[in-house]
């Protein structure tokens, strides 16, 4: 069973910086896809990032140029740098994982969740 840890969210000040870490333990198969999901009170659960493990990445405008997605396949570990954080940043953050079989990407698992919140 694939299990994923968050850490790294907080408060900041608006224009701050937070890096989230999302650590995976468990059998992944080796094509594979980890992502950052945001919620914010409300609203429905958004993608923010996602790198595959060939290294194929996909932003939200809302974050391109500010937020930084990376992986260590080796630790089976993603991260997530933000930089310039607004308060519409404001929300949970959850990892995930999915798998690439048969041509799709198949979620294998989700992560408890970390709150991030920007306000001076």
């Known amino acids: 069973q694939v299990q994923l840890v968050e850490s790294g969210g907080g408060l900041v000040q608006p224009g701050g910086s937070l890096r989230l870490s999302c650590a995976a333990s468990?059998?992944?198969?080796?094509?594979?896809?980890m992502g950052w999901y945001r919620q914010a009170p409300g609203k429905e659960r958004e993608l923010v990032a996602r790198?595959?493990?060939?290294?194929?990445?996909n932003y939200a405008d809302s974050v391109k140029g500010r937020f930084t997605i990376s992986r260590d396949n080796d630790k089976k570990t993603v991260y997530l740098q933000m930089n310039s954080l607004k308060p519409e940043d404001t929300a949970v953050y959850y990892c995930?994982?999915?798998?690439?079989?048969?041509?799709?990407?198949?979620?294998?698992?989700w992560g408890q969740g970390t709150q991030v919140t920007v306000s001076s």
């Open positions: 790198i595959t493990s060939l290294g194929t990445i």
């Open positions: 468990g059998s992944i198969f080796s094509l594979n896809r």
């Open positions: 995930n994982v999915e798998e690439l079989r048969d041509g799709n990407f198949n979620p294998k698992a």
